[in-house]
């Protein structure tokens, strides 16, 4: 029990470190260290994503445990992308919500095998994820 809530806070603590360069990278683009954590943090995501969420879908499968990594370093690579503000952004931009839809379904489908905590958190996650989107968006 305490090997699954230490590995759900490092979970929230990759996330919340992640989001919180990719937001700040956006109001902050010379920052280039801002930058380059949400980079960092959009390959941890895609490299051990499946074992990131491990601790959040105890029954999950890992192509489903994969995907919710390649989603939230979806997000995080346009995030990366919007503040270099690199051409490839206003494709990457798009699909970032359409990454974020993807994660609430997957989430809502999978409820039932989900613990209470881990479902709000996750919905929390991707609501985040949502709104530094349609920020990044909005100003493209």
Known sequence: MKQKENNLLTGILIFAIGFLSAALSQFYPETKILIWITLVFSIIYFAFGWYIFRSYFPDGSFPVLFLMGYLYSGVFLAAVFGAKQWPLSGTMIPF?????????????????????????????????????????????
């Open 96 to 140: 970032s919500i359409v990454y974020v839809l993807a994660q609430i379904l997957i989430v809502i489908k999978m409820r039932k095998k989900l613990s209470g905590e881990s479902y709000i958190q996750l919905l929390i996650e991707a609501g985040l994820l949502l709104t530094l989107s349609l920020t990044l968006l909005i100003k493209v």
